[in-house]
């Protein structure tokens, strides 16, 4: 069994940054693919970037280049930088270990015009 608890979200405005945090316990976090997702108000959850275990990443159209995703194996952590935060950011970010079916509980992202 895997734990997930994202941290790191706020009220920021356009144009700002935040970056947050996934801590994982109870698995290999260091075997393990990981993602971030997000999922705004009457909107479904989407993809937002992924990271292999030996870190390769990948990201959704949207956040190229303005987000970059990392993971300290030492810590059990992954990270999501955010960058030049846009209004249609805002959602609840989650992470996700790939193909396991464990989330965390998410962390809400609030980008301000």
């Known amino acids: 069994q895997v734990q997930l608890v994202e941290s790191g979200g706020g009220l920021v405005q356009a144009g700002g940054s935040l970056r947050l945090s996934c801590a994982a316990s109870?698995?290999?976090?260091?075997?393990?693919?990981m993602n971030w997702f997000r999922q705004a108000p009457g909107k479904e959850r989407g993809f937002v970037a992924g990271i292999t275990w030996n870190s390769h990443t990948y990201y959704a159209d949207s956040v190229k280049g303005r987000f970059t995703i990392s993971r300290d194996n030492a810590k059990n952590t992954v990270y999501l930088q955010m960058n030049s935060l846009k209004p249609e950011d805002t959602a609840v970010y989650y992470c996700?270990?790939?193909?396991?079916?464990?989330w965390g509980q998410g962390t809400q992202v609030t980008v301000s015009s």
């Open positions: 996700n270990v790939a193909g396991r079916g464990y």
């Open positions: 109870g698995g290999t976090f260091s075997a393990y693919n």
